[in-house]
């Protein structure tokens, strides 16, 4: 996870990810670049969503539950998804606010679901409006783009 801790907000990454090797220079007072902290935003949010409640004994609540109920129609399967999404992603990325969740229908592939966020990022390093896409693929697993 790539949790940004406040005196480090004004680096807009995680300080595990200046840490990686082969990641870019970034300097104190230029900070970083808006598509490092974007990129960021989307590996955090990709972790978030695959992670299972009661995967992290650390912090029991990170994370999304099991949505394999068969008892639930597509639609309200896609709106209770959606409602994770967003408690999910207000606790634990803090770099996210003023969020906008739509379930985006596709015809092609009424098997995947789609979801589109809207977003501001606040932080010291950067101020933008972000769009992120979410697929839930047939595997379950969440692909963020």
């Given at each position: 996870m790539?949790?940004?801790?406040?005196e480090?907000?004004?680096?807009?990454?995680?300080f595990?990810?200046?840490?990686e090797a082969?990641?870019?220079l970034r300097?104190?007072?230029?900070g970083p670049d808006?598509?490092d902290?974007?990129?960021s935003?989307k590996?955090?949010?990709s972790?978030l969503?695959?992670?299972?409640?009661?995967?992290?004994?650390?912090?029991?609540?990170?994370?999304?539950?099991d949505f394999?109920?068969?008892?639930?129609?597509?639609?309200?399967?896609?709106v209770?998804?959606k409602?994770?999404i967003?408690?999910?992603?207000?606790?634990y990325?803090?770099?996210?606010?003023?969020m906008?969740i739509r379930?985006?229908?596709?015809?092609?592939?009424p098997?995947?679901l789609?979801?589109?966020i809207?977003?501001k990022i606040?932080s010291?390093?950067?101020?933008?409006n972000v769009q992120?896409q979410?697929?839930?693929?047939?595997?379950?697993k969440y692909r963020?783009?």
């Amino acid at each position: 996870m790539s949790y940004i801790a406040l005196e480090e907000s004004a680096y807009g990454v995680s300080f595990f990810e200046r840490l990686e090797a082969g990641s870019s220079l970034r300097s104190v007072t230029k900070g970083p670049d808006p598509s490092d902290v974007l990129e960021s935003i989307k590996r955090n949010v990709s972790n978030l969503l695959n992670t299972r409640l009661g995967e992290a004994q650390s912090a029991p609540g990170l994370g999304l539950i099991d949505f394999n109920d068969a008892t639930l129609g597509s639609n309200d399967l896609a709106v209770q998804i959606k409602f994770a999404i967003r408690h999910c992603l207000e606790k634990y990325e803090p770099r996210l606010n003023c969020m906008e969740i739509r379930v985006v229908s596709d015809l092609n592939s009424p098997l995947n679901l789609r979801f589109q966020i809207e977003a501001k990022i606040s932080s010291k390093a950067l101020h933008e409006n972000v769009q992120i896409q979410l697929l839930l693929d047939n595997s379950r697993k969440y692909r963020v783009f």
